[in-house]
Structures are given as structure tokens and as C-alpha cells.
């Protein structure tokens, strides 16, 4: 939702080629952490999206090459049934829950920098990405005089100290990181900063989907923000199932939501869309949403993935090169 409180640079936007993230936690199922198969039986206490919600009947999940980004959304790790969605920075329940209930949330770190339904789904793209060994690299765009102009920015340079700042003479190239900000969380809290549903068209290179029915998991469904008085929102289909009685596919949508205090947004847990009971909906796109695919994403099984032994702390050295 709109970052409130949020600073935003003059220079709006970042175009996000391949990105990355991650952190360790104790008390965090990571799904990177095990060996993750269908019966589960190495997760021990930890239930993913498709075991507690499985394809309704007459309907088959869609299949993904083990270890892509729509494989890993299909395996989310969840909290315990019946928990409530947090928002961490306040240390409180997510207040508008009564109106706006969730099916499950997932187990999955939110970080204090973390701000809105945005950082959600940059957050689990850019681990995954660094989890597989691909060097995020970013363009961050600067509209002066009428024209964009540029500046290459990857997490490998992050990591040597590269960093970036923009004002109204345009983008200013810094090699002055700090070395206790080279780590993920600070390349993560630079895009943050960056990045939102106002300029998402602008920061990422997407594809449109014109028909409904070619809808894969990972899609987006955006809705700019268009102006101070009205909310972007960004969601993302986690699973889909396609029916063997040629009905129409049915989807599981996640998403972060913002709960604003004193005009500061604050993000919560990532939370599934719907009701326990009814989690699987048949697509619609509410008024003025669009579904977008990553271009990065067109093919999946153009991208060769692999049983992810990457530490998040080493330098990723693969790109990936989008399938037109």
C-alpha cells in the first residue's frame, strides 16, 4: 500500500533485471534450509502452502521445474493454523484483520524496513535469486529533462561498496558503503527505498497478460497508485490449480499488507488471501488491477535451478537472461 513516511527520491523508479535477500533465524522455517518434497517428511513441524491447502477435487496443481521461483511459492512454509498476521515493527496484531481476514500466514521474516505490499514480493524473489547463486543487478532510472537516464547497480557491487543516491542534478555513484552495511538486509533496505506501487511499472520489466487463462503462479496483480488519495496494492498468485473438467483454473493469492500509525507505514507478515475454508478462487481482477508477469520469469524452464546449497552471505556470479 502507499508508503507513508517513506522517503522517496526525486527520481522515481528502479528496474529490477534479477534481485536477491536473505537472513538466518532460529525461529524461521526456511524452506531453503531442507530438502522439500511432497510428503514433507524433512520439515518436521513445518507445513507448507500446498500440504495444508491442496487442489480441491477434480483439479490438479500445476507442475513447475523443481527449484524455480513458482516451484519454491508453491512450497511457502506457514505458521500454525489459526495465527494471527503480525505487523513486527509495531509489535501488535494487524488491526483491520476483522475486515480483511487471511487464510494463513506465512512463515516468513519481516524485516523493520519492510513497508508495504511491494517489499513483500521483493523479499521472497531476491532470496530465492540468491539462494540459486544469480547476482541481482538493477537499473535505477532518473527522469531529468524530459529523458531517463541510468545507473547499473548489482548486489556483487553492493558488496564491494558501490552505492547510489539521486537528487535533481541526477544519479550520484558512491563507492563509500559502509562495510557493516554490505550485506543483504543493506541492498534490500536501498531497494525498499527505491521501489513501490507508484512506480512499479517504471522499476520492473514486466509483461502484460491480455487473457486470464494464461495466468502462472508468480504473476502479479498491480494496481498503480495513481495519486495521494488513492492506494496501490500489489498481490501475487502463490498456487494454481487447473480442472480436468475444462472449468476454469482456480488460484491462491499472497500478499503484505501496510498498517499506517502516525503517517508511518508499517508493513505486516506476508498473509494468504482468503478464508481457511475457501482459499482456491477463480481469477478476477478487481477495478483497475492488471495481471504482470517478470520477463526474467516468461519461461521457467528456460532458467536452470538448482537444490539450493548457496550461503546468502557469498557473492552470487549468475545472471539470468529473459526468454522473449
Not at 33 to 48: A, E, H, P, W
Request: aromatic share 10%.
Amino acid at each position: 500500500m502507499i508508503a507513508i513516511g517513506r522517503v522517496l527520491p526525486y527520481c522515481l523508479g528502479l528496474w529490477l533485471v534479477t534481485s536477491s535477500l536473505a537472513q538466518n533465524n532460529s525461529n524461521f522455517c526456511d524452506p531453503w534450509s531442507y530438502r522439500i518434497n511432497d510428503s514433507n517428511d524433512d520439515l518436521g513441524k513445518c507445513q507448507t502452502l500446498r500440504d495444508r491447502f491442496p487442489a480441491p477435487t477434480n483439479f490438479v496443481e500445476r507442475e513447475y521445474p523443481e527449484y524455480s521461483f513458482q516451484w519454491y511459492l508453491q512450497r511457502l512454509p506457514l505458521k500454525e493454523p489459526n495465527a494471527i498476521l503480525q505487523v513486527p515493527s509495531l509489535d501488535k496484531p494487524y488491526e483491520k484483520l476483522d475486515r480483511n481476514p487471511c487464510a494463513a500466514v506465512v512463515d516468513w521474516p519481516v524485516w523493520m524496513k519492510e513497508r508495504q505490499c511491494a517489499d513483500t514480493f521483493m523479499g521472497l524473489f531476491v532470496h530465492w535469486m540468491v539462494r540459486q547463486g544469480i547476482d541481482p543487478e538493477v537499473k535505477i532510472p532518473c527522469y531529468l529533462e524530459d529523458q531517463w537516464t541510468t545507473e547499473l547497480f548489482s548486489y556483487s557491487d553492493w558488496l564491494r561498496g558501490k552505492t547510489a543516491e539521486s537528487n535533481r542534478a541526477g544519479i550520484i555513484v558512491k563507492w563509500n558503503t559502509k562495510q557493516e552495511d554490505r550485506n543483504l538486509d543493506g541492498y534490500l533496505e536501498k531497494i525498499y527505498a527505491w521501489i513501490g506501487t507508484s512506480n512499479f511499472q517504471q522499476a520492473f520489466d514486466l509483461v502484460e497478460i491480455q487473457d486470464l487463462r494464461d495466468a502462472e503462479v508468480g504473476d502479479l496483480l498491480l494496481k498503480p497508485r495513481t495519486g495521494k488519495p488513492i492506494n496501490g496494492h500489489l498481490s501475487f498468485i502463490v498456487n494454481i490449480a487447473d480442472s480436468i473438467e475444462e472449468t476454469p483454473s482456480l488460484v491462491i493469492i499472497g500478499e503484505g499488507r501496510t498498517e499506517v500509525k502516525n503517517r508511518i507505514a508499517h508493513g505486516t507478515e506476508m498473509a494468504i488471501r482468503g478464508h481457511p475454508e475457501n482459499v482456491w478462487k477463480t481469477l478476477k481482477l478487481r477495478e483497475d488491477y492488471q495481471l504482470y508477469r517478470l520477463k526474467v520469469l516468461q519461461s521457467p524452464a528456460s532458467i536452470e535451478t538448482y537444490e539450493p546449497m548457496i550461503a546468502p552471505e557469498s557473492i552470487p556470479t549468475r545472471k539470468i537472461i529473459p526468454t522473449y
